[in-house]
């Protein structure tokens, strides 16, 4: 009895721990930001997310410029432009509005792996 006692706490434990490191992690990326950046963000790209797993993001447009980073499906990005087959992101998104925030993230993905929020805009780099 007393083991799986101590099971128990040490589950909650673990998972009290991850919970605080990712509500800490969500905060730092609140924090991190001028809100006038936050909205300078918003208003100038497009509501967009990943469709891929392990999607590399790029320094630049195009398969030899240098990966930067990867993200995941369902991943939310800030999207502004296109060129050629090539999406730039401005930032990835956490959390959902009113209270998301965005780190930014300048790179380039490739078309096949980003799509639109919204269903008007859901084709928009692909076009």
């Not at 509500?23 to 100038?44: E, F, H, M, R, T």
């Not at 891929?52 to 447009?61: E, F, H, T």
């Not at 060129?83 to 993230?105: C, Q, R």
Request: net charge positive; hydrophobic share 35%; with cysteine.
């Amino acid at each position: 009895m007393k083991i799986l006692n101590l099971y128990k706490v040490a589950t909650s434990v673990v998972f009290i721990s991850a919970s605080s490191f990712l509500l800490a992690g969500s905060a730092w990326a609140q924090q991190s930001q001028d809100p006038s950046d936050q909205v300078k963000i918003q208003n100038n790209s497009v509501c967009s997310f990943i469709t891929g797993n392990n999607v590399n993001i790029r320094s630049a447009p195009g398969n030899h410029s240098q990966v930067i980073t990867r993200i995941n499906r369902g991943d939310g990005v800030r999207a502004t432009q296109r060129k050629g087959k090539w999406v730039m992101i401005t930032a990835k998104v956490f959390g959902y509005p009113p209270n998301e925030s965005f780190k930014p993230l300048n790179g380039w993905v490739s078309n096949a792996y980003i799509n639109g929020c919204s269903e008007d805009k859901f084709d928009m780099w692909r076009n």
